[in-house]
């Protein structure tokens, strides 16, 4: 009985604590999640506080975190509009990859982690925070402009890319070798595609298999199909969370909204429980060695990702306002770094700091990027125009292509990509899917 009541106590000053802080970071408008890992450093090993009780309890719960973050992030989405995404946008997709990947892979490689640190590093400073990113266009305003459906559409080749990605990971970590991590490959693409057919040719079967009227019902179905889902593909080293993926992607319509509105508190609560957990297994002294390397590999990977967005944009048809706008918006790092980072940890313990602190201050910056970096770039050029001009130069300040947001003065013809179901986008835009 004892050990029962420090569980809970300890469980309800955490969850309590966790309410707090998310409410501080709201009011000065950053994300939660840095402080959700701040609060695991303090009271995990090596912190002021360690908790002991309840450390099994947390663990569990951050793994249903990450299956819930990916749930909810494939209901966002259908199959046919990854179709489309990968069609249109996979240059993009291509260019992402060598801007932000190249980078983690070569910092691994010269601080002596080898092939699978470097593959795991590749992927932390690979992938951008959906969830963050999400965040930061609604609170901004944004999810009705013209670079927005670019944002999305990168996002989805980046989370569908996980597909492969984290069997791969995971193949290698387990050191399963060439010959395993083929088959492992394989096994996961098969899987994906199967899903992905399934979800296109039967998804509304599906839904109707799954769907109920009444609140209770729908969510105990999905939720455990989810979880079933998940615990199959882990056994399959396809990864739990590409599992709950491809769930949220095969379901739809009135299911998906009625899921999505009653599984998103509890995404909320264990999402905030998985960033804690992995704070709690890094050990804090072991952060500051490797600050030096976190901020240089997160001003490298600064810039790539706002190459990565203007390259994406301008293929669209986007004008180079919203290029920056996109650009700025894609730095955020979160969620799958951790992810990345939480399965690689037991083969390279040392990419557990440097990911922690690589996410921590990304996951700052990056809301202040989405914000900052057009206006600070615009400034920039009539700073220098205007320079120029009082050199006697004659120079002429930079075109203006869209001042209010979601206004942009550009090509008609931008490519178009998945968007959120609760997008606020200008009724004059045609074609928005709705999953």
Do not use: C
């Not at 966790?18 to 701040?38: E, M």
């Not at 973050?69 to 046919?80: D, N, Q």
């Not at 998940?230 to 992607?249: N, T």
Request: aromatic fraction near 6%; proline fraction near 6%; glycine fraction near 12%.
């Amino acid at each position: 009985m004892h050990d029962t009541t420090t569980l809970l106590i300890e469980l309800g000053a955490v969850i309590l604590g966790l309410g707090l802080i998310g409410r501080l970071a709201l009011r000065f408008g950053l994300s939660p999640i840095p402080l959700y890992l701040l609060a695991g450093l303090a009271f995990g090993q090596g912190g002021l506080l360690p908790l002991k009780a309840s450390e099994e309890f947390v663990g569990v719960g951050a793994e249903i975190g990450v299956i819930l973050l990916l749930l909810l992030l494939g209901l966002e989405y259908s199959a046919s509009e990854l179709v489309t995404s990968l069609k249109t946008q996979y240059p993009s997709g291509a260019v992402d990859f060598a801007l932000n990947a190249i980078p983690g892979a070569v910092a691994a490689l010269l601080l002596g982690w080898g092939p699978v640190g470097a593959v795991a590093l590749a992927g932390v400073t690979w992938i951008s925070s959906s969830g963050v990113i999400a965040k930061v266009l609604t609170d901004l305003g944004r999810l009705g402009n013209r670079e927005t459906p670019v944002i999305l559409s990168l996002l989805v080749i980046e989370d569908l890319s996980m597909a492969v990605y984290l069997p791969l990971l995971t193949a290698l970590v387990a050191g399963a070798g060439l010959a395993g991590g083929s088959v492992t490959l394989l096994i996961a693409l098969g899987t994906v595609g199967i899903v992905l057919y399934l979800a296109l040719r039967h998804g509304r079967l599906i839904s109707r298999a799954v769907s109920s009227d009444n609140p209770e019902m729908l969510l105990l179905v999905v939720l455990g199909l989810t979880l079933l889902v998940a615990g199959v593909a882990q056994e399959l080293q396809v990864s739990a969370a590409v599992g709950a993926f491809l769930v949220g992607i095969a379901l739809s319509g009135e299911v998906a909204e009625g899921a999505e509105r009653l599984l998103t508190p509890l995404r909320d609560l264990f999402a905030a429980v998985f960033f804690v957990f992995f704070g709690l297994s890094t050990d804090p002294t072991e952060i500051p060695p490797v600050l030096v390397p976190a901020l240089l590999l997160a001003a490298v990977t600064t810039v790539s990702k706002i190459g990565t967005g203007w390259y994406a944009a301008r293929r669209a048809g986007i004008g180079p306002r919203g290029r920056l706008r996109a650009g700025g918006v894609l730095v955020a790092r979160g969620e799958f770094s951790i992810v990345i980072a939480g399965l690689a940890v037991s083969t390279e313990p040392r990419i557990g700091p440097i990911a922690t602190a690589y996410v921590l201050i990304l996951v700052i910056v990056g809301p202040l990027a989405a914000r900052y970096t057009e206006p600070a770039v615009r400034r920039l050029g009539e700073w220098r125009s205007a320079k120029s001009a009082a050199r006697g130069t004659g120079a002429k300040a930079p075109a203006d292509d869209g001042a209010p947001a979601g206004d942009l003065t550009s090509s008609d013809s931008a490519e178009s990509g998945p968007q959120p179901r609760d997008a606020a986008a200008p009724e004059d835009q045609p074609g928005l899917p709705s999953h």
